[in-house]
């Protein structure tokens, strides 16, 4: 007997016609797959923050945003580990530190509405009351090649957080964040910047001793350009990212902890990638599996040089300037588990530091949070359907320290790339199946403890017509099943950010699960 629980996203833009595959056969043996994942991380499902924004989801001492709080204590309900923190992204490249100021943070913002600099002073870590055991990723600004402003800003970190809090400095060098979009950098360059300064002093090491840090603390990398294929292109070895940066000597005072880069698959901040950031093509599994897959030879070199848990993306949305989706998350991220990804940060914030003139989202909060904390001219305090989905992972995850995953639909080739339309994959990119192996458990590595299986398939809710429908057939795996079968995460909702709602679940025998269209289900074995 085992459970599952429905987890549903609906579409709100468009109905497209059933998925060219309606009944699936999950195909065994059901042992742990050789290409299995390494253990999964709990904080897989992390959050990135943008800095100029922190007050905005979480408040302040006197005033804490409670519906932040309420969310991230959730996950942590369901994981005993609550999500990573990285304080960053682009403003973090204009941040700095004032011992004066007796706000926590202030944003310089012109009559036109453009961010031009965040300032933090000695309220800003009173303020940040996150939930017990948050670890944090600060970025710390070097783009000034300032490096008595990154060392003031590390030590207040330091200083201002709990025992064991910090998780990683990013080191970004001299850029700050995506160094790969600032002065043509290049892996050498980069490299020598960031172990120098221009007095000669060695950044990373030089703040590890002045702090008395345990070394490794640093992460390197942080880049956004996708990897150049075919891989020999001629520019491809001389791009910017994790791989050529250490093999430039990045890591020579073994300082670096981890390497970060960040995926936006598309994105709205102009006409030409606006006009291929559809719907249909953001949610298929194949589009983003094959997207995916470009970092491979990456994560394997990584995960090699720094250890299993070394490769994160440290900063990722499904549409840069504006979007979201549940289902694309819910695949990007078990997909990327399944290529050893080790945590991924859901980027949280808004546009005022791009202001852009062809962007698509001006002003207020990004299109792409999971939540608006606050009101904003985006609307008001509410949670979106995206939220769910780290529900679900979190309740997949669970409290197992030694749960690994593989794709079980539709596999992976012989080369480790995912299968395509045209290499077997019946669904067209609509149905995934993923199964999780928990070595704490008396079955091991003989079966699955859990499946989830998604239908990416498409549905209008305003649509009149019967609601495609596909049927795993997951006998292989030895299941009989009670389920319940709801639009909401088991029955309740998470509008103030705590459950409500009366959790329920109904009982079915056999082997086959109903999946409909725009939804996934979470498998008890």
Not at 315 to 328: D, F, H, I, P
């Amino acid at each position: 007997m085992g459970i599952f629980i429905l987890f549903c996203a609906v579409a709100t833009q468009f109905h497209f016609a059933s998925a060219s595959l309606s009944h699936l056969k999950l195909q065994g043996p059901p042992t742990l797959p050789p290409d299995a994942s390494s253990p999964l991380n709990p904080a897989l499902a992390s959050f990135s923050i943008e800095t100029a924004f922190f007050a905005e989801f979480f408040g302040n001492v006197t005033s804490p945003n409670q519906l932040s709080l309420n969310l991230l204590e959730n996950l942590k309900a369901r994981t005993g580990i609550p999500p990573e923190i990285r304080i960053g992204g682009i403003t973090a490249d204009s941040t700095y530190w004032d011992t004066t100021q007796q706000v926590a943070l202030s944003n310089f913002i012109d009559s036109t509405g453009a961010l031009h600099n965040t300032t933090l002073g000695p309220a800003f870590w009173k303020s940040v009351g996150l939930p017990k055991g948050t670890k944090i990723i600060m970025t710390l600004d070097l783009h000034d090649l300032n490096y008595a402003g990154a060392l003031s800003m590390a030590k207040a970190t330091v200083e201002g957080l709990g025992p064991g809090q910090l998780a990683a400095f990013e080191k970004h060098y001299v850029v700050g964040n995506e160094p790969d979009h600032y002065l043509s950098f290049t892996p050498q360059n980069y490299t020598g910047f960031g172990r120098w300064s221009a007095f000669g002093q060695l950044w990373a090491k030089n703040i590890s001793n002045a702090l008395g840090l345990q070394l490794p603390e640093f992460q390197i990398g942080v880049t956004v350009e996708d990897p150049i294929w075919p891989y020999n292109t001629p520019g491809a070895a001389s791009a910017l990212d994790c791989v050529s940066a250490l093999a430039a000597g990045s890591d020579k005072d073994h300082v670096v902890k981890s390497c970060s880069e960040h995926t936006y698959q598309y994105s709205v901040c102009d006409p030409v990638r606006t006009a291929v950031a559809t719907l249909p093509n953001l949610v298929n599994h194949t589009r983003l599996a094959e997207y995916l897959d470009l970092w491979q030879p990456r994560i394997k070199s990584v995960r090699q040089q720094l250890g299993d848990d070394a490769f994160v993306i440290g900063e990722y949305n499904s549409v840069s300037c504006s979007g979201r989706t549940a289902l694309w998350l819910l695949d990007t991220t078990l997909y990327a588990a399944s290529l050893n990804v080790s945590r991924l940060y859901m980027h949280q914030g808004g546009p005022l530091a791009l202001q852009s003139s062809t962007q698509l989202n001006h002003g207020g909060l990004s299109l792409y949070d999971m939540w608006y904390p606050v009101q904003n001219q985006n609307g008001g305090i509410q949670v979106f359907p995206s939220y769910a989905t780290y529900l679900f992972i979190a309740e997949t995850l669970g409290e197992s320290r030694d749960l690994r995953i593989a794709n079980l639909y539709p596999g992976r080739q012989a080369n480790g790339s995912s299968i395509t339309t045209a290499l077997g994959d019946a669904s067209a990119g609509q149905l995934v199946a993923y199964g999780f192996w928990d070595a704490d458990q008396p079955t091991a590595h003989s079966f699955p403890t859990k499946l989830a299986l998604l239908n990416l398939e498409i549905f209008n809710q305003t649509n009149t017509g019967s609601r495609p429908t596909a049927e795993f057939d997951i006998s292989a795996f030895r299941a009989d099943v009670k389920s319940s079968n709801l639009t909401t995460w088991a029955g309740q909702t998470f509008s103030t950010g705590l459950a409500a709602g009366k959790l329920a679940e109904e009982k079915q025998l056999g082997n086959t699960i109903s999946v409909q269209a725009s939804e996934a289900v979470l498998v008890f074995l």
